[in-house]
């Protein structure tokens, strides 16, 4: 058997250990904490009403896009639940191609909320970086229609809070995959909440 490489044995061990010392800040945030149960409380609520959560980001955040689309349309904990209306933006192919040709790759999101969303629903967007141009432009174009925008993003300067984030969700970090892995573990806490809270709502 090939011995494992001592070196990638070090660096395995110090991605994890920079993982769990962001978990340790992460959990120590109190203020990030009561952001994430009143975003999955105002999300929960608008589902119960008849509303639909959408989902944008780029790269990797597309990909935990539909991931927590996929949680909630499918079972996330409660097989016995009905299906939760949630919609990963930017995966029409022909209508993001159309939409980047037309007008802008900016556009690639808040054309398609601008067509689908109503008010009182709900966009969760994610941006490492918090810079994306498309990501920012959708959370504009939610503002507009009557959503209730939701910010996943690393770390920002406080008044760096774009137009349209009622709630930042601002992981304390700027290192891209480590942001993600926090991304998706504050994804699934609201994916469990709501799903917990709209269907006792829908159920009550």
């Known amino acids: 058997m ?16 920079a993982t769990a010392d962001l978990l340790e800040r992460t959990r120590a945030d109190r203020a990030l904490l009561e952001g994430c ?13 008849g509303g ?22 499918g079972p996330f904990a409660d097989k016995t639940r009905p299906a939760l209306p949630a919609i990963a933006l930017g995966f029409d192919p022909s209508a993001a191609t159309a939409v980047a040709n037309d007008f802008s790759f900016d556009e690639v999101f808040a ?9 009182g629903d709900v966009l969760w967007a994610l941006t490492t970086s918090g810079r994306s141009p498309n990501v920012l432009r959708a959370l504009e174009v939610a503002a507009e229609r009557g959503l209730y925008g939701v910010l996943l993003t690393g770390a920002l300067p406080a008044e760096a809070t774009p137009r349209g984030a009622d709630q930042v969700l601002a992981v304390p970090s700027t290192e891209t995959p ?6 998706l573990m504050l994804g699934h806490f609201l994916c469990e909440a709501v799903e917990a809270l709209a269907t006792t709502s829908s159920r009550a």
Do not use: K, M
């Open 2 to 17: 090939t011995p494992f490489p001592s070196a990638l044995a070090d660096l395995l061990a110090e991605r994890l250990a």
């Open 37 to 49: 149960v009143r975003a999955a409380t105002r999300t929960a609520e608008a589902i119960a009403a």
């Open 52 to 73: 639909t959560l959408f989902i944008c980001g780029n790269g990797g955040s597309a990909g935990e896009a539909t991931h927590l689309s996929g949680e909630l349309i």
């Open 111 to 119: 054309r398609q909320l601008a067509g689908l969303a109503r008010p």
């Open 178 to 183: 480590r942001v993600q892995e926090l991304h």
